[in-house]
């Protein structure tokens, strides 16, 4: 059966003006391509659609409910138009976001997020927390099309984009001697002899290999006698007055009792985020307008 969707077209047209001539104008064509076109279509299914007389034009039982079909196929096909339209336009789908726990904290990411789930409200955004390093084997193999993440070596099928460079602060216990002064920058030095609150190796985070290397360059060897998973038992064990820590700006955002944030008075202390996709798998509609958006509100000093 080679029946075309334009035949479903003229056949309705036909059944709802009930006369050849007003359906052809109506679809701007000429009449008899039209007559020859419905006589085509009732070949095709076998059935009679259209009693005709010299007057009038009416539909059989056949036709009847061969309109009601029609109805439904080009209806149908509408909205599958429509969805396939709005896919590609990023509007419907998912998306697969891999972050790190500090992520959320930073306002660019934060208002990102919150701007795409505005504009694109039927975008299903799946988003897993997961340190840096833990985040490329699921972008390399597919299992997420974004990585928000500290900067780190990357395998060559990883491309990345700078969205913001976040300056380190100092993690004090309100009492401690060094968080005098509200806004007094402190050196790293000032850190050197204090019992350090920090990390695990183990754990595997970016964080841990790129404040320890700023330590080192700088000449200092940390005294680290607390080694955690998470940066948020970090800050807990501060507040407890088991040492002092490094971690990132963001991490300000979260008021804990006992615990105050000092500035670092050094050049390098910073750590940069990243936007890390699989430059050998294509982006989705749903990716690409998401950094598009996060790039919108970049604002890197």
Not at 29 to 39: H, N, V
Not at 168 to 186: D, F, R, S, T, Y
């Amino acid at each position: 059966m080679r029946i075309e969707i334009r035949h479903l077209k003229y056949f309705i047209a036909v059944a709802e003006e009930c006369h050849f001539g007003r359906a052809a104008e109506r679809l701007n064509i000429s009449q008899p391509p039209l007559s020859q076109q419905i006589q085509y279509l009732e070949q095709e299914v076998g059935a009679r659609l259209l009693a005709r007389t010299n007057r009038s034009v009416s539909l059989t039982q056949a036709g009847e409910l061969f309109l009601k079909e029609c109805y439904e196929i080009v209806n149908h096909l509408s909205q599958a138009a429509e969805t396939a339209a709005r896919a590609h336009r990023g509007e419907l789908g998912s998306l697969k976001i891999g972050f790190t726990s500090s992520a959320p904290f930073i306002s660019q990411v934060a208002s990102s997020l919150f701007s795409f789930r505005q504009r694109y409200p039927l975008v299903h955004m799946q988003m897993r927390e997961v340190n840096t390093k833990q985040q490329i084997e699921p972008l390399l193999e597919g299992k997420l099309d974004l990585g928000v993440m500290r900067n780190t070596r990357l395998p060559d099928m990883l491309a990345h984009q700078l969205l913001l460079r976040e300056p380190l602060v100092a993690v004090l216990h309100k009492n401690h001697p060094l968080a005098a002064g509200e806004h007094k920058p402190l050196k790293f030095s000032d850190l050197a002899q204090q019992p350090f609150v920090f990390f695990s190796r183990e754990v595997g985070t970016a964080l841990y290999d790129e404040i320890l290397t700023l330590l080192l360059n700088a000449g200092i060897t940390p005294y680290i006698t607390q080694e955690v998973g998470e940066a948020m038992t970090i800050v807990g064990l501060v507040s407890a007055g088991l040492g002092v820590s490094i971690l990132p700006a963001s991490f300000t955002r979260i008021q804990v009792d006992g615990v105050c944030y000092r500035p670092l008075d050094e050049d390098n202390a910073f750590t940069e985020v990243w936007l890390v996709y699989n430059k050998n798998r294509a982006l989705t509609a749903q990716a690409t307008a998401l950094i598009a958006l996060m790039l919108s509100q970049q604002q890197i000093k």
